[in-house]
T-cell receptor, first 113, second 112 residues
């Protein structure tokens, strides 16, 4: 079990460019979460999928951010027109189901210059 | 809405010292409270889970308990080691999705 796999581990983008972050949840896990981690705000929930369907995106910024889960083995978080304030560690997590242990990946550190 | 407050930003201890980290929570439902630990370059990993059913959790020498009266829960360890140096987050499961609300984290540095 390789755990939740996130690629790339580090990404540097220029202001205004697009960034796509990839996540491979643990096989068999039906719940996938995205969180953002910064020093100031800590760990913030972004969005949640269950069985590939978007269930809760209440934490997603309304503009420029989108997440998809086209199949059970991967999810993507896309940020259009990146801004310096988007710099953060983006964490993907998965779990077997509701209220079961959530396993986090190592994160993707996004730096917008 | 549900919330978690973790005020201790940084704790520095020496090996074999006692560790105590406290969080307070607010929720309208029966709480499931957790402690996560994050080592450098890693994602958070579950350390302990406490529910209204068990009131206490123990793992790897750490103990977590909660007090419904004061809506607080804390993490303690009798004797910390240098390898315990990490960031510790308290968290609350909110709603019926398993979504986690995290405290801001406590950075523990244990000096040899």
């Amino acid at each position: 079990n390789a755990g939740v796999i996130q690629t790339p581990r580090h990404k540097v983008t220029g202001k205004g460019q697009e960034a796509t972050l990839w996540c491979e949840p643990i096989s068999g896990h039906s719940a996938v979460f995205w969180y953002r981690q910064t020093i100031v705000q800590g760990l913030e929930f972004l969005t949640y999928f269950r069985n590939q369907a978007p269930i809760d995106d209440s934490g997603m910024p309304k503009e420029r951010f989108s997440a998809q889960m086209p199949n059970q083995s991967h999810s993507t978080l896309k940020i259009q027109s990146t801004q310096p304030q988007d710099s953060a560690v983006y964490l993907c997590a998965s779990s077997l189901g509701t209220n079961t242990e959530v396993f986090f990946g190592k994160g993707t550190r996004l730096t917008v210059v | 809405g549900d919330s978690v407050t973790q005020k201790q930003g940084q704790v520095t201890l020496s090996e074999d010292d006692f560790l105590f980290i406290n969080c307070t929570y607010s929720t309208t439902t029966y709480p499931t409270l957790l402690w996560y630990v994050q080592y450098l370059g890693q994602g958070p990993q579950l350390l302990l889970k406490v529910t209204t059913a068990n009131n206490k959790g123990i793992s790897r020498g750490f103990e977590a308990t909660y007090d419904k009266g004061t809506t607080s829960f804390h993490l303690q360890k009798a004797s910390v080691q240098e390898s315990d140096s990490a960031v510790y987050f308290c968290a609350l499961i909110t709603g019926n999705t398993g979504k986690l609300i995290f405290g801001l984290g406590t950075t523990l540095q244990v000096q040899p």
